[in-house]
């Protein structure tokens, strides 16, 4: 009769057997600020600083990422929104590299890091191009991951920008101010003005 004891015993090892090779071992943590970043199709925002968790647990991918971010004096507000999405620039010592998304919720400019849960995307869905697309597969993602790998750089593109507000209309008020304000009459012009009615009542006389 087989013990409870070894019972407990072989399903520790089972469990051990089943835990796949890339689990935690390749955690990365870290933090990339960025200079007169720019937004495509935008414009430029004055400086963001990303902080990014990069891991694996129990085979699947760990992710998890937030920013803070600086408007500047020059630079548009609206280049960042709720559809922003940074892009952290990936290198594996096997010659490898791609880009890993993270899509964290958005601080307004100047007021610290926004918030982001960890995530676990798919593995064929894990490095892909910058805006996504032509992504790993799955073997090659998890062989970049397993060969060493860093994170240099980050991107940012912001899906859905606010139209600008139109400088037509702008020109255009500046015409109708134009118009608006025009020249008074000289005095002389309205000493001629006040007498015209005074003549012409004399002539009916």
């Not at 929104?81 to 993270?102: A, C, E, F, P, W």
């Not at 958005?106 to 982001?116: E, Q």
């Not at 062989?143 to 790998?149: A, H, Q």
């Not at 593109?157 to 101010?177: N, Q």
Request: hydrophobic share 30%.
């Amino acid at each position: 009769m087989i013990s409870i004891a070894r019972i407990l015993v072989a399903g520790l090892v089972l469990a051990g057997l089943a835990t796949p090779a890339l689990a935690g071992k390749y955690d990365l943590k870290g933090t990339l600020t960025g200079r007169s970043v720019n937004i495509p199709g935008c414009g430029v925002i004055d400086s963001m600083s990303v902080k990014y968790s990069v891991g694996t647990f129990m085979g699947g991918t760990t992710l998890a990422g937030v920013y803070k971010w600086t408007a500047g004096k020059k630079s548009v507000e609206r280049c960042i929104n709720y559809s922003t999405d940074i892009y952290l620039k990936v290198h594996g010592q096997n010659g490898r590299s791609g880009y890993i998304k993270v899509s964290p919720s958005t601080s307004k400019s100047g007021k610290g890091y926004g918030f982001d849960t960890t995530g676990s995307p798919d593995w064929n869905a894990f490095i892909c191009n910058f805006r996504g697309g032509n992504c790993l597969t799955a073997n090659d993602a998890k062989n970049l991951i397993k060969s060493g790998y860093s994170i240099t750089s980050f991107r940012v593109h912001t899906r859905d920008i606010p139209k600008a507000k139109s400088r037509s209309r702008g020109s255009s008020t500046s015409t109708r101010s134009k118009t608006t304000y025009k020249p008074r009459p000289t005095l002389k012009a309205q000493a001629v003005r006040q007498r015209a009615p005074a003549h012409l009542s004399a002539d009916k006389r």
